[in-house]
């Protein structure tokens, strides 16, 4: 067997360490390369992420569209059906374009209920009607005077209340016994009033 010279050895090492070198600087370089790539490719994925960024605030924007057209629509409904409501109570309401015509109003269901009740009402008068809280309403008193018994003044006061076509409403009563013509009377001075929309005149 034939052993290597020193000079031989010498020589086949210093191959390897530059070949070991080599590598490195390749290495380095490739390493270096790829920095360089992404330093110059950062803005694009910077701009890849600005969109991402767009995207998720316009899906944001959208669902809070969403939600208000939701939100309008409930509201559209709650809408219809105050209106609804309010357009029954209002048929409630006395139908006379005038103060004069919703007194007259009052007037003629008073004088049902009277008959209704036996009793004759001995005068009328129209009070000075009054706005309330909101100015698209009237309130339109009415007085008359009756002379009746315990029993048929609960009758008329009931009837009052619950008449069906006009939300009449007792304002005030006053009473005298002594002033009725018949025993077990007495004279009633009853104020009603109803309520209709705010016309003028």
Not at 137 to 164: C, G, H, W
Not at 166 to 191: D, Y
């Amino acid at each position: 067997m034939k052993i290597p010279s020193w000079e031989s050895f010498k020589d086949e090492c210093s191959t390897l360490i530059l070949d070991k070198k080599k590598r490195y600087i390749l290495i380095a370089g490739a390493v270096l390369l790829l920095f360089g790539l992404a330093f110059r490719l950062f803005p694009v994925f910077e701009g890849i992420q600005g969109i991402g960024t767009d995207i998720a605030a316009q899906q944001k924007r959208v669902a809070k569209y969403r939600q208000t057209v939701k939100g309008r629509g409930e509201l559209e409904a709650r809408l219809v059906s105050v209106n609804k409501s309010l357009e029954r109570v209002e048929a409630g309401l006395l139908t006379g374009k005038t103060v004069a015509l919703a007194a007259v109003d009052i007037q003629n269901i008073l004088n049902e209920i009277a008959t209704g009740s036996g009793v004759e009402i001995k005068s009328v008068q129209v009070l000075k009607s009054q706005k309330q809280d909101s100015d698209q309403y009237i309130s339109v008193p009415v007085q008359f005077m009756v002379n009746v018994t315990t029993r048929q003044l609960k009758d008329i006061l009931y009837k009052i209340e619950a008449s069906p076509k006009f939300f009449l409403t007792v304002e005030r009563i006053g009473i005298n016994v002594s002033g009725a013509g018949s025993p077990g009377q007495m004279r009633c001075e009853i104020t009603v009033s109803g309520i209709m929309k705010n016309v003028k005149e």
